[in-house]
Structure formats: C-alpha cells, structure tokens
C-alpha cells in the first residue's frame, strides 16, 4: 500500500489550501484515515482523522478551521485547511489505520506571517 500527498505549498496566514492524499488500494480496507504534522523540532501531531463510519476528529488548534473528508470511490482523502495561521506551518502526513498502518511521504505547508 502506498499513500501519496499532496497540495502543499506556501501561503499568506489566513488563506486557504487543500491536501490530498491518495492510496494505492481501497481506502475502505481501513478503518481510519488521518492526516498529521511535523514542525521542525516537534512531535508528529494528529491533526484530523475521519472514520469508516465517517466519524470526525480535530487536534482542538485545527477545529472550526480544517475539514477531512474522503472520496471512497477516489480513493483519496483530502484536508481543507483554511484560516492557515503561521502556527500551522509543517510537514503534513497522511496516516492510513487498519491491521497495518501505513504513512504517505508528506508535503510541507508554509504559512508566512
């Protein structure tokens, strides 16, 4: 299983940008999908995972700003992240659970002040 992200880029505190995540194999062999983040000199966070029942968590940094969601035909799992605030900025991981867990290579988010 291989998960590919991607939609990171940089952008002014306050935009907006979408990630995306793809699996190589069916997202509904998982039972959840997340997405998480790095900052230079921290722990991987949780940021957001999204349930095979649809069931929704936030990280409470992100909630009323970022939105998971998935495509179960796709594939893919997205992050709608707006309000990006300068604290937001890091490397983002997707996160795919299930007997296994397996993690996409990430892509880097920076928000500039």
């Known amino acids: 299983v291989q998960l590919q992200a991607s939609g990171g880029g940089l952008v002014q505190a306050g935009g907006s940008l979408r990630l995306s995540c793809v699996v190589s194999?069916?997202?509904?062999?998982?039972?959840?999908m997340g997405w998480y983040r790095q900052a230079p000199g921290k722990q991987r966070d949780m940021v957001a995972i999204?349930?095979?029942?649809?069931?929704?968590n936030y990280a409470d940094s992100v909630k009323g700003r970022f939105t998971i969601s998935r495509d179960n035909v796709q594939n893919t799992v997205y992050l709608q992240m707006n309000s990006l605030k300068f604290e937001d900025t890091a490397v983002y991981y997707c996160?795919?659970?299930?007997?296994?867990?397996?993690w996409g290579q990430g892509t880097l988010v920076t928000v500039s002040s």
């Open positions: 194999g069916s997202i509904n062999n998982f039972g959840a």
């Open positions: 996160r795919a659970m299930g007997r296994s867990d397996y």
């Open positions: 999204i349930r095979y029942s649809g069931i929704t």
